[in-house]
């Protein structure tokens, strides 16, 4: 094993934390971290950049570019018109303030379970939170404990989502999305119940601390516009029924596979639906600025998804640098060799890979790529497996330089110095005890 490689790998991945935590942004952060890890591998850099970093940053482009882009019209044309306002009224008026932030994260749950994918949800969930934390003073920074609770951990790998922590196992493994649905409902609910005690917790003290005037709350931002009064929006219909056409398009479609199982477009064509919906339904509430507001939302949405998409790519560019490296090659090879119970096997695998890729489609990709065969001739429940591989996939795939934090953390306008915590706790610590303690009871039962 080249070990300068497997040190430089690790000190790039390092460095992408060291500084992301002092504020950088990420295409100088990654650009430098990558130089460390091209250095130690052999590789130089004019050819890394040129080549596998710049072309991670152009895949993120080509695939992504136009659902931030049409995420980014919807979400700001349900802003202008009060439409996100409307559903924030409605809610804290249906479930009140006490809970506000589970109310929230159950609503995030809901809609990626039922196909939506992590980056739309940002887009639908961020004005909506806004105008609710505008109206109840609570800071920016919070909104990171919904979206992560409910879109970035269990319901990613629950029995019968359609996310690809659940799909990827299936086909290699021979099992199907609701592979062992008893355990994994019991790790469902389990880490469900500690993440929402978690963002309780939490939300209690952030309140308490704004309260006592410890920290500020709501901060009002000029890229966001000013909260409407509750006589100045639109109605219940006009409020909803834009996103409802959205999520109904994605799970009908996800399920019937319209435009060929083409998630992307499925997506941009619900967001396009929505987005015609919002404004039709809401016209009146563009007060006859109807032209001047939509020259203003398209360049602030196009800006917005180019920054969005670049800050993904930065980071996904990283992780093309790091897979080709030797290093990299010599830690799927040391794990495909190592010997230990195929259920430990199989978490260890898929935890370290998605760890070191910053994305948990990517580590348990490269896990079944390399060790399906294994899996499949050891005679272990294969069931059993598909779930405790699709646990481990959302471990360590939130680690500070994981590509949805960083995604996550600028599109709402936060860093990891702030923030970072409650991914932490929410997207790796606990789903990472569940998953062990599940790994342990079935080594021993199966």
Not at 35 to 42: D, I, R
Not at 397 to 414: E, I, N, V
């Amino acid at each position: 094993m080249n070990a300068l490689g497997i040190i430089g790998l690790l000190a790039g991945i390092a460095i992408l934390i060291i500084v992301s935590y002092k504020g950088f942004h990420a295409v100088p952060t990654t650009m430098l971290a990558a130089a460390v890890v091209m250095l130690c591998n052999g590789i130089g850099l004019w050819t890394g950049y040129s080549t596998a970093w710049i072309g991670g940053v152009a895949g993120v482009f080509t695939a992504y570019y136009l659902l931030f882009l049409f995420s980014s019209i919807f979400a700001n044309v349900m802003q202008e018109t009060g439409a996100c306002t409307t559903v924030a009224y409605r809610l804290i008026d249906w479930f009140g303030t006490k809970h506000i932030l589970t109310v929230l994260t159950l609503l995030c749950f809901i809609l990626c379970f039922g196909g939506v994918s992590f980056f739309v949800i940002m887009f639908a969930i961020g004005p909506i939170a806004f105008s609710i934390f505008a109206d109840l003073n609570i800071p920016r920074k919070s909104i990171l404990l919904p979206v992560a609770a409910g879109a970035g951990a269990f319901v990613l790998a629950c029995p019968a989502s359609t996310q690809l922590s659940n799909v990827i196992p299936a086909e290699p493994l021979g099992t199907n999305l609701m592979a062992a649905p008893i355990l994994g409902l019991i790790m469902l609910v389990a880490g469900m119940g500690v993440s929402i005690w978690y963002v309780e917790r939490e939300y209690k003290k952030i309140m308490k601390e704004v309260e006592d005037g410890k920290i500020p709350g709501w901060e009002p931002d000029a890229s966001i516009p000013a909260l409407r009064g509750r006589d100045d929006v639109p109605s219940t219909i006009g409020g909803f029924l834009p996103l409802v056409a959205v999520v109904a398009i994605i799970v009908i479609g996800s399920f019937a596979k319209w435009f060929g199982g083409n998630a992307t477009l499925l997506a941009v064509i619900a967001m396009i639906i929505g987005t015609v919906l919002a404004t039709v339904l809401n016209l009146k509430n563009f007060k006859g600025k109807a032209f001047d507001l939509c020259k203003g939302i398209t360049q602030k949405s196009a800006v917005g998804a180019a920054g969005s998409a670049l800050v993904l790519g930065a980071v996904v560019g990283f992780g093309t640098v790091v897979s080709n490296t030797p290093a990299f090659a010599n830690i799927v090879q040391w794990l495909m060799g190592v010997n230990m119970p195929v259920y430990w096997k199989g978490v260890i695998s898929t935890g370290v890979l998605a760890g070191v890729c910053g994305s948990a489609s990517s580590g348990l990709k490269l896990c079944v790529q390399y060790l399906a065969d294994y899996f499949v001739g050891s005679g272990c429940n294969l069931a059993v497996l598909h779930r405790l591989l699709a646990n481990a996939s959302i471990t360590f795939d939130s680690l500070p330089h994981a590509t949805g934090c960083f995604l996550m953390l600028s599109y709402f306008g936060r860093n990891h110095k702030i923030a970072y915590k409650y991914v932490w706790w929410l997207d790796t610590i606990i789903p990472l005890v569940v998953t062990v303690v599940a790994t342990l009871i079935c080594s021993m039962i199966f």
